[in-house]
């Protein structure tokens, strides 16, 4: 959500391992494919990162969506 709202960015690659647990805060890297959001086509990689992280964490128990998250990180 930071990076979408403050640094005006889509990671367009996230995944499981682009994400490391430092002391129990998320650190994202690997921003080789990163767009800004007024990208035309920030919206469809926002959705496929989107779906990459929920797949991952549904499958370790929790219960999230793909248009909850995605509603969240836009700040809908």
């Known amino acids: 959500r930071k990076m979408y709202q403050k640094a005006g960015l889509v990671h367009g690659d996230l995944s499981e391992f682009n994400i490391i647990d430092k002391n129990g805060e998320p650190i994202i890297i690997d921003f080789s494919h990163s767009i800004p959001t007024n990208n035309p086509s920030a919206d469809e990689l926002l959705l496929r990162d989107v779906e990459k992280i929920v797949k991952f964490f549904n499958r ?17």
């Open 60 to 76: 370790k128990g929790l219960k999230i969506n793909v248009i909850d998250v995605t509603k969240h990180i836009k700040g809908k």
